[in-house]
């Protein structure tokens, strides 16, 4: 699966970091932005977490610490 992330804006960006931070915080995703990312992870991998949060995280050193 291609790294859904790479064409996001940067205030998207940002939004998904605020909705992964209530994630960590909670435990859950509900249906906002990332809980429709998590749709689309979950439906290619038992592992959609992971590959989420990795591919997440790839995006945002590339973009903002590289």
């Known amino acids: 699966m291609e790294n859904i992330f790479k064409s996001a804006t940067d205030e998207e960006l940002k939004v998904y ?5 209530e994630w960590q915080k909670t435990g859950m995703i509900p249906d906002n932005k990332l809980g429709k ?3 689309l992870y979950s439906e290619c991998s038992n592992t959609w977490q992971v590959n989420l ?3 997440l995280l790839d995006v945002l050193m ?5």
Not at 17 to 21: D, P
Not at 62 to 66: A, K
């Open 17 to 21: 970091c605020q909705q992964y931070r």
């Open 37 to 39: 990312i998590r749709d």
């Open 53 to 55: 949060m990795a591919d």
């Open 62 to 66: 590339e973009r903002w610490m590289i």
